[in-house]
């Protein structure tokens, strides 16, 4: 929040609005605003990712929902509708669901269960 609030953001001003008129930025400007900062110096260390801002969008409702926040929450907290999120995560809950049922069988055929591997971080 004090990211956005260093932005000069007032309550109820649109987030992202364009420089000159001060309206609602559209998909358009921000794509650019998006694709230039990809060409910044900035950007070096991610240039190579292919990365959208429709793909962050989706990444962030789905770590949200990794972490236990229901739909609701979600909705809220991005200012989506929630017809959205639930068109976002329909391809995290199928790629869920999917594993599960994988796993569900090998767990029958072979008693074997894919292992949870925890990752070594930093301070661990």
């Known amino acids: 929040m004090a990211e956005i609030r260093s932005w000069g953001v007032r ?12 309206r ?4 358009r400007y921000l794509n650019h605003l998006w694709n230039e900062w990809r060409r910044s ?4 260390p ?17 770590d949200r929902r990794l ?11 991005l200012g989506m509708s ?4 639930k068109r976002y995560l329909r391809f ?4 869920a669901s999917g594993r599960a049922s994988r796993d569900r069988r090998e767990w029958k055929t072979t008693k074997f269960a894919n ?6 971080t930093f301070g661990s």
């Open 11 to 22: 309550d109820l001003a649109f987030f992202i609005a364009t420089p000159v008129t001060g």
């Open 24 to 27: 609602r930025g559209i998909d």
């Open 41 to 44: 110096a900035g950007a070096a």
């Open 46 to 62: 991610i240039r190579e990712l292919k990365m959208t801002l429709h793909g962050l969008r989706a990444t962030a409702i789905n």
């Open 67 to 77: 972490v236990g926040t229901e739909d609701g929450a979600i909705v809220e907290e």
């Open 82 to 85: 929630v017809g959205m999120v």
């Open 92 to 95: 995290a809950d199928k790629v």
């Open 115 to 120: 292992p949870v591997i925890p990752l070594k």
